[in-house]
């Protein structure tokens, strides 16, 4: 199996969040946000390393990720679809990898739930994997999911080779909260305390 390598998503604005705060440096739970994504990463058995991309929309978030030792891709950071394309351009340039890309706002997505998608991909024949979570699982919770697609949504993780072309995906569909939890919205973020003070309290 070839290296693994996450990439975290980290250049939007966020500006339907916390306009006080980069997006990726919302505190929530004690630290930023995407110090969450991190260290469910580095807490994963299959990572080999981890990148951040970052754009003039987080300049601190880069600071914030650099004084913590990662490497960091600055893309334009145009949307979410064109930093994807420059992400995987910039990959494609330095080899064959399979690229785990998560986004900085899901808190949630554990170790252990990061290393079931990656045994799934592993097993899997198709060169790209998108996670899904089933819009029941929001409606069952009390939240609002931002968008749907035949009764799923977008879970914000994906994985794909290093190549900037289209890739024949297999859509996996995970029915857990945490990978729900996107926080886009100050109702997000009160949905993650709420959660994270259920968990403490077990």
Known sequence: ?????????????????????????????????????LENLEGSENIQSITVATSPNTPKTEKHVKRLGY????TSGQGYIEDLGE?????E???????F??????????????DEIIEHYKASKFEALTVFVPVKV?????????????????????????KNKIQKQEILKIPRLELAI???TPRDLIAFKRILGDDIGR
Do not use: C, Q
């Open 87 to 91: 992400i995987l351009s910039y990959f």
């Open 1 to 37: 199996m070839d290296r693994i390598e996450a990439v975290v998503m980290a250049g939007g604005r966020g500006t339907r969040l916390n306009p006080e705060h980069e997006k990726p440096l919302t505190p929530a739970g004690g630290k930023p946000l995407i110090d969450h994504v």
């Open 138 to 162: 929001y409606k069952d919770h009390g939240l609002i999911p931002p968008i749907s697609w035949k009764g799923m949504v977008p879970s914000g993780v994906n994985i794909l080779r290093s």
């Open 93 to 99: 340039k330095k080899g064959d990898y399979i690229l």
């Open 71 to 74: 490497n960091i891709i600055r």
């Open 101 to 114: 890309i998560i986004n900085a706002d899901l808190p949630l997505a554990s170790s252990s739930i990061i």
């Open 182 to 184: 996107n926080i886009n």
